[in-house]
């Protein structure tokens, strides 16, 4: 790998593998977790200015047309109620398609069932439930939506860019030895973050403090600027703990806007947290997609040309949809390649990223098809998909920056016991059920983002990180303490971390997998620049100062940090910004997934009895959060595969199990024992920590051995997810 690489003076890769303590990579606990599991880390509902009012979001009753009326009379007068925003003053700016995934709002146009269309604010939270429960609202309903992205009438885009062809697949098609010609469909699913949305918004003048629940913070604040019609400068977004997003807090979210425009208004601060409901429908979901995947491969199984053809859907007029083809383009080789993308336009909630957006319905598909195809030519799975890893990016003509697929097939195989597989569907029992193994390839484009940090070495010897990235229960906080502890050779308990602040140094934000290794690269570059102002101070070459256990080694000599910080703290600001290898070189985290199921022959249930991954992410910061994410990765994968899914009426579009209790997450009993295991690796073109993304890896497939595995066990072929007992018996 990376043979072609001059390292130079000023170059920080590898650093970390020359510390003395070796933090970096340890399975440290995070230090927030007795915070968060004794009730004392602070969720955004829970800040409580005084004299806080309460808002309640009003939504849509209809699905398309325009609201009439909101017939606010009624509770003017209400005990309590303090005031009824609808219209220009419910949102300033409703900018649609450019408010980073904030759905539609605040116009009088209604464009799906459960957009929010007003808030009451009240004294209580109680008292503006009621009011806004007692509304008369009028409509006037247009016939003209459409909500089934199948339909005949639905608007279908082709967005140009997006259908793409390389080579002849026709041809190659035509020719094959083998082929594959599958259609296979994956439902709506809900990011369903623990923690609702929630905000708090309070007015100083011109300056407004929001307590939040986001997860890219410089962002958010430019989007609630651009709704409010104010200054970036005067917002401030407080974001110190987030109970999860997935996605659905990538962008702000309407009531972050409506509390802001509310709490100017009445002069006084608002609390406004959304229902469970309210989640489900009025924030994002992931698009349910139709998948045509055709393989065509010659008498080795070695793909010549492949195709793979997606319908999403989308509200009219929103820029994302999910890009359902993203592994595909580089996880295996096929010298004819052909894409189609169509969006269909439906009066459906709002599409965003999901968790993976692309990858992670993209791969269920694609590692389907090819357990189709190691089917159809009776080549074992894993050898058939290490027969197809090509030696660069098949459409790009780049190499890869690193890639231990291979690797992680084999490492997993092994560990799993690949070579028990039953041959045949039925071949392996127990009692009244059958036993199958199934196993899919897993990979997800690796990106970074610029990234900003400051750390501070105190006169008392203790090191503070600053930037405004969030920790959304991925182990931030953990990691850039680590980052900082190695580098400055100060026990973890003595570095401070600070998140969650846009007064802090600029963050990626978390999302897209890019958070760790951006903000970490940032961190690691400020501690670089703190230890060449201290061995300045010292009078050494920067390479001559070692740091350890808090102590500076100076001729076999320790002395304490803070004995050599007479002259004052030290603090630094590290800045990241992803390079030209980012461009120049295919990168992806990889990995290997596998999984025993069960199914029973009387009831059709399955259970998925065990489940283990094999990963190769580049450095892997800290093992015991890595582990974790891609646990909850898999976790996301059995839901996938056996019970998650988003129903729309096809009526009216709107979302029929709207809560926890009728959309389906896998829970503990669904859940066996995941084993996960990384393999070593250093990738040098990624960042200067030379890891990748793992945020969004331990789903990227996942679902697809456990539908893989029921094939094997009882010979039914999964093509429309998730796999519910109709489908089996
Ligand atoms: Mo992720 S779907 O980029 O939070």
């Known amino acids: 790998m990376s043979k072609e690489l001059v390292m130079d003076a000023a170059d920080t890769r590898r650093l970390l593998d020359h ?82 995934q904030a759905p539609v709002q605040g116009a009088e146009q209604i464009e799906y069932l459960g957009q929010p269309i007003a808030l009451v604010v009240a004294e209580t939270f109680e008292q503006a439930r009621h009011a806004a429960q007692s509304l008369d609202l009028r409509f006037a309903p247009e016939e003209d939506g459409a909500f089934d992205p199948e339909a005949e009438g639905t608007t279908v885009e082709a967005p140009e860019k997006k259908q793409q062809d390389f080579g002849d697949f026709d041809a190659a098609f035509a020719d094959a030895a083998f082929t594959i010609d599958a259609t296979y469909t994956t439902p709506a699913q809900s990011n369903a973050p623990m923690e609702p949305h929630a905000s708090v918004a309070s007015w100083d003048g011109e300056k407004l403090t929001l307590w939040g629940s986001y997860q890219m913070l410089k962002y958010n604040r430019n989007e609630l600027a651009d709704s409010l019609g104010i200054d970036p400068a005067n917002i401030r977004i407080h974001a110190p703990y987030v109970g999860g997003g997935f996605g659905s807090k990538l962008g702000i979210a309407p009531e972050a806007v409506a509390a802001a425009i509310a709490a100017r208004d009445i002069g006084r601060p608002v609390k406004i947290a959304m229902s469970r409901q309210q989640v489900f429908e009025t924030t994002v979901r992931r698009s349910e997609s139709r998948q045509r995947v055709r393989l065509a491969a010659d008498k080795d199984g070695v793909l010549t040309g492949l195709a793979h053809e997606a319908r999403v859907s989308q509200l009219p007029g929103e820029a994302f949809s999910e890009p359902v083809a993203q592994a595909t383009h580089f996880l295996y080789g096929g010298a004819s390649r052909r894409y189609r993308h169509e969006i269909a336009r439906v009066n459906r909630p709002c599409a965003g990223s999901m968790r993976a957006p692309g990858e992670a319905i993209g791969m269920l598909a694609i590692e389907n098809a090819m357990d189709e195809l190691a089917e159809a030519t009776g080549i074992d799975p894993i050898e058939l998909r290490k027969r197809n890893l090509p030696d660069r990016h098949p459409e790009q003509d780049i190499p890869y920056s690193s890639r231990m697929l291979a690797e992680c097939l084999d490492d997993g195989a092994r560990r799993f016991g690949w070579d028990k597989r039953p041959a045949r569907p039925g071949e392996m029992r127990d009692g009244e059920w059958r036993i199958g193994y199934g196993v899919a390839s897993a990979a997800r484009k690796n990106i970074t983002s ?33 980052i900082a502890a190695d580098m400055l050779g100060l026990p973890r308990e003595r570095v401070r971390v600070i998140l969650g602040d846009t007064e802090l140094p600029p963050g990626p934000g978390s999302g897209g997998s890019w958070g760790a290794s951006s903000s970490g690269s940032a961190v690691l570059e400020a501690c670089v620049a703190v230890k060449r ?8 070459v920067a390479d001559g100062l070692v740091l350890s256990d808090g102590d ?9 940090l803070a004995d050599t910080l007479g002259a004052g703290p030290i603090s630094a600001h590290g800045v990241f910004k992803p390079g030209k290898t980012s461009k120049e070189y295919a990168q992806a985290a990889y990995g290997a997934f596998f999984a025993e199921v069960g199914v029973n022959d009387v009831t059709g249930e399955v259970r998925v009895r065990r489940m283990l991954g094999s990963f190769a992410a580049g450095r892997i910061l800290n093992e015991k959060t890595a582990r974790s994410q891609c646990i909850g990765g898999m976790v996301f994968g059995i839901g996938s595969a056996l019970t998650e899914e988003l129903v729309h009426d096809l009526r009216d579009g709107h979302i029929v199990n709207r809560d926890l209790a009728e959309y389906h997450l896998p829970v503990n009993l669904d859940v066996p024992q995941i084993d996960v295991h990384f393999l070593e690796e250093r990738d040098d073109l990624t960042c200067p920590l030379q890891s990748k993304g793992i945020g969004e890896l331990g789903i990227s497939g996942a679902g697809a051995a456990i539908t893989n595995a029921i094939r094997n066990a009882i010979g039914v072929r999964i093509r429309s997810y998730p796999a519910t007992l109709d489908k089996l018996l």
């Open 19 to 100: 510390t003395a303590q070796h933090l970096t990579g340890a399975p440290l606990d995070r230090p927030e977790g007795p915070l968060k599991v004794s009730g004392r880390a602070t969720y955004a509902h829970e800040y409580a200015p005084e004299n806080c009012a309460y808002g309640v979001l009003v939504r849509a009753t209809i699905a398309k047309g325009r609201l009439l009326l909101l017939g606010e009379d009624v509770v003017r007068g209400v005990p309590g109620v303090l005031g009824v925003f609808s219209g220009d003053r419910f949102l300033r700016n409703p900018a649609q398609g450019t408010a980073n």
């Open 533 to 540: 102002e201290l061995a300045d101070r010292l009078g050494l």
């Open 450 to 482: 610029p990234a900003e940090a400051r750390v501070t070495l105190t006169t008392e010897g203790d090191a503070v990180v600053e930037t405004d990235m969030t920790d959304i229960g991925t182990g931030t906080y953990a990691v850039l303490g680590q």
């Open 552 to 560: 500076v080694i100076l001729d076999n000599r320790r002395i304490p």
